[in-house]
T-cell receptor, first 113, second 115 residues
Framework: GDSVTQMEGPVTLSEEAFLTINCTYTATGYPSLFWYVQYPGEGLQLLLKATKADDKGSNKGFEATYRKETTSFHLEKGSVQVSDSAVYFCALSDSNTGNQFYFGTGTSLTVIP | NAGVTQTPKFQVLKTGQSMTLQCAQD?????MSWYRQDPGMGLRLIHY???????DQGEVPNGYNVSRSTTEDFPLRLLSAAPSQTSVYFCASRPRAWVSTDTQYFGPGTRLTVL
């Protein structure tokens, strides 16, 4: 079946450091891939998405590239800020099971000044 | 647009009590869903709906009922609450059912504690 495996946290970085959060997936069809962010006490917000292989999603300085050959969708940011402290979720939606979303376990990021 | 709204924000129940978590969206979305979020487990799908009058089970449906009488509303019912149902519950909606490329939009969540 479909699944998402996400890098374990928590992750603590200093401000302006480089961020990578790994995400790999298993899917039976043609998945769309998403990164969601959850700030403390809030619901999930879409950060970026990619709907086909080699697509790059980007938003607010974050980027992720849909790599079919490695079944990966790693999240990166070149210079993190304190305001980026949140929990990040990788997720997929599969064309074969279009009404089911599969989430990773989430990675907690804390950025210290 | 208010987006996806959920009530209440917090709720404490005793084992065996029943309650309904409310969810509404004003975006005319076809698809609506309920998730529970537990530490270390991410979000797991409880039930979903592809339109008024049509619902289906997700990964963890036991102990929960849903119905969808209108496009806007998708309540989640706990018939006899158990401590294992202590969790944070999120409602979400998506413009179209059966379109895996569409983005899901989430409500702010309901934190439920069952004693």
């Amino acid at each position: 079946g479909d699944s998402v495996t996400q890098m374990e946290g928590p992750v603590t970085l200093s401000e302006e450091a480089f961020l990578t959060i790994n995400c790999t997936y298993t899917a039976t069809g043609y998945p769309s891939l998403f990164w969601y962010v959850q700030y403390p006490g809030e619901g999930l917000q879409l950060l970026l998405k990619a709907t086909k292989a080699d697509d790059k999603g980007s938003n607010k300085g974050f980027e992720a590239t849909y790599r079919k050959e490695t079944t990966s969708f790693h999240l990166e940011k070149g210079s993190v800020q304190v305001s980026d402290s949140a929990v990040y979720f990788c997720a997929l939606s599969d064309s074969n099971t279009g009404n089911q979303f599969y989430f990773g376990t989430g990675t907690s990021l804390t950025v210290i000044p | 647009n208010a987006g996806v709204t959920q009530t209440p924000k917090f709720q404490v129940l005793k084992t065996g009590q029943s309650m309904t978590l409310q969810c509404a969206q004003d975006m005319n979305h076809e698809y609506m869903s309920w998730y529970r979020q537990d530490p270390g487990m991410g979000l797991r799908l409880i039930h979903y709906s592809v339109g008024a009058g049509i619902t289906d089970q997700g990964e963890v449906p036991n102990g929960y009922n849903v119905s969808r009488s209108t496009t806007e509303d998708f309540p989640l019912r706990l018939l006899s609450a158990a401590p294992s149902q202590t969790s944070v519950y999120f409602c979400a909606s998506r413009p179209r059912a059966w379109v895996s490329t569409d983005t899901q939009y989430f409500g702010p969540g309901t934190r439920l504690t069952v004693l």
